[in-house]
């Protein structure tokens, strides 16, 4: 159990809970293991639990942004992270490549505890608030380059508009 506890104390969602938070996640976590070659989250399926992988070789095979037909996923991550806490569906697929440990999250098991221990939703409504709003401010930051640069498109109001089309109705 004190090894599942430091897995989820590196996963961002879970920073600042409780000792026996953690310990409680961990008590209601499924413990998992995939076969070489199986799916552990799979694109456009729903999910209901988020998967912190433990041990083994994994890699996301489909999905927005992939850059090659296998991109690895690092032991220690949280797949459909948002499947514990929402509704959602899952925007990648990911196979095991090697055997695989990992703990399934279940969003009832996680809306259960949190209903028994509000401080636990509170903690995780401020680390997802606080990573949206990083999230929020690096969006800032690019859009603030973007809009630095000559022959960008510009939002203004509900209308698109470019230095030319500028030009075009000042005429």
Same mark, same amino acid.
């Given at each position: 159990?004190?090894?599942?506890?430091?897995?989820?104390?590196?996963?961002?969602?879970? !920073?600042?809970?409780? %000792?026996? $938070?953690?310990?409680?996640?961990?008590?209601?976590?499924?413990?998992?293991?995939?076969?070489p070659?199986?799916?552990?989250?799979?694109?456009?399926?729903?999910?209901?639990?988020?998967?912190?992988?433990? @041990?083994?070789? &994994?890699?996301?095979?489909?999905?927005?942004?992939? $850059?090659?037909?296998?991109? %690895?996923?690092? *032991?220690?991550?949280?797949?459909?992270?948002?499947?514990?806490?929402?509704? &959602?569906? /899952?925007?990648? *697929?990911?196979?095991s490549? @090697?055997?695989?440990?990992?703990?399934? +999250?279940?969003?009832?098991?996680? /809306?259960? !505890?949190?209903?028994?221990?509000? !401080?636990?939703?509170?903690r995780? @409504? /401020?680390? +997802? &608030?606080?990573?949206? @709003?990083?999230?929020?401010?690096? +969006?800032?930051?690019v859009?603030?380059?973007?809009?630095?640069?000559?022959?960008?498109?510009?939002? /203004?109001g509900? !209308?698109?508009? *470019?230095?030319?089309?500028e030009?075009? &109705?000042q005429s």
């Amino acid at each position: 159990m004190e090894l599942i506890v430091k897995e989820l104390e590196r996963v961002a969602l879970f !920073q600042g809970l409780s %000792p026996f $938070q953690l310990s409680e996640i961990a008590r209601r976590a499924e413990r998992v293991i995939y076969n070489p070659g199986a799916v552990i989250i799979e694109e456009n399926e729903e999910g209901d639990a988020a998967v912190l992988l433990v @041990s083994g070789e &994994t890699v996301r095979v489909s999905g927005p942004e992939l $850059q090659s037909r296998a991109e %690895p996923v690092a *032991t220690g991550s949280l797949l459909g992270e948002m499947a514990m806490l929402v509704e &959602t569906t /899952h925007s990648s *697929t990911v196979v095991s490549r @090697s055997k695989v440990r990992a703990l399934r +999250l279940m969003r009832d098991e996680l /809306h259960a !505890q949190m209903k028994d221990d509000p !401080q636990l939703a509170e903690r995780i @409504s /401020h680390n +997802l &608030t606080g990573r949206l @709003s990083s999230m929020a401010e690096e +969006l800032r930051r690019v859009d603030a380059i973007l809009a630095s640069r000559p022959g960008r498109n510009v939002l /203004h109001g509900d !209308q698109h508009s *470019t230095p030319a089309a500028e030009m075009a &109705t000042q005429s």
